[in-house]
């Protein structure tokens, strides 16, 4: 039986897999089509998620093929400058296109042993015997998820991962309600060749969004520029790609030319519409990415936002399926990511609303651009748009009690370059804390105080805070609460 079904090869799926192999899990991941289409939604990593791609070793190979940039203050089409205060070591995001992110995705996920099948289209789930224990042992049953292909075949697993967008089907077959607000707009998005010069496609773009913030051509690359321009109402179905004489049309009606485009490498829309799954979780099978969450792409939120939820969700499956979790450790992926993903969706509505061409959200746009020229106002939206400011609830306590902690420099090293493996790591200041028995899930490194400015910190493998203090017994119950039981 294959511990782990992971539905989805995008960078959710991939990351997911990933974190599941560092704690020798065996996975699988299934992926519909046969080969990567090359659309590129998502352009870039925030902060948040190069911190993430630090805290696996796998940030070298971002910055080797991608460009940085600093998306501070950027909302709603408005830009600011980057804010001073934000709490981060790494104080920009990468901007790699989505293949080639799922590229590098992929061949971290080969290299830890993950199996990845592609064209195979999952069209159901058997969960018959999904109860939380397991009788493993010689001739024992074992719980788990029936998953069947389109050709016939049937695969069982002790969990299955739905990673398949925003249609997902893994939703639908377990009949999570997806509540939201249907898309009331509608955006084409492509890349395609330009015949008009560089310089006077850049005029015009410059013109036209004075007022009109949902449009743009970008300059090309290897001959070829990314347009986006408003669709003509809301389609029926758009899982249907555009055609580009729809492109030109739309960008004749719009900028008064067409640029005289061709040549299309894909055609795709987006709507506004907002959805979340109401569970997260049914019983052994789980929602990540898109597939829990749909909204509009203001703020280049949406892959950072799965890639996220997979760095929360890896850690504590594996410790599920190698069985030390604690009690209700892997429900604790919904207690931590709704709330997350729910916050994405007010935020990129608000974004849409500033985007109109009203004269109200003209006004609204302008009175929030000053008020965002205040440091502060600037922070806040910064941090909300690169995730650097989620902060778990984990209770009472310090004030660094479920925030990530920024990468620092220790005697050892940088703190994020000992956070490779995906395991738990005590920070200890005080140098007479110990994690006897819990050794197999955390590393011990012995820091200074002023290295630290707390006596000493227990991060999850995710990198949040779970504990800061300087007493054994008091981390103690903190380490059975994430970590489960010492091991004698």
Known sequence: MIDVIVVGGGPTGLMLAAELRLHDVRVVVLERLTEPTGESRGQGLHTRSVEIMDQRGLLDRFLAVSETFQAGGLFGGIRKPWPDALDTAHPYGVATPQPVTERLLQEHALELGTEIRHGCEVVGLNRSTEGDEERDGAGGARAGVTVELADGTELRARYVVGCDGGRSTVRKLLGVGFPGLPATVETLLGEMEVAEDPETVAAVVAEVRRTQLRFGVSPPENGVCRVVVPADGVSDDRSAPPTLEEFRQRLRAVAGTDFGVHTPRWLSRFGDATRQAEHYRAGRVLLAGDAAHIHPPTG??????????????????????????????????????????AAVLDNTRAQIALLGTDPGATALRELFSKLMDFEEVNRYVTGLITAVDVRYDFGDGHPLLGRRL?????????????????????????????????????DHVVATAQELDVPAVLLRPDGHVAWAGEEQEDLRAVLLRWFGAARP
């Open 406 to 442: 920024r990468d620092v420099e220790l005697k050892q090293g940088r703190l994020y370059s000992l956070m490779h493996a995906g395991r738990g790591l005590l920070l200890d200041g005080t140098g007479r804390l110990s994690v006897a028995g819990w050794e197999d899930r955390v």
């Open 300 to 341: 280049g939120q949406g892959l950072n936002l799965g890639v996220q939820d997979a760095f929360n969700l890896g850690w504590k499956l594996a410790a599920t399926v190698n069985g030390w979790a604690p009690d209700g450790l892997l429900d604790s992926y919904h207690t931590e990511r709704h709330p997350v993903g």
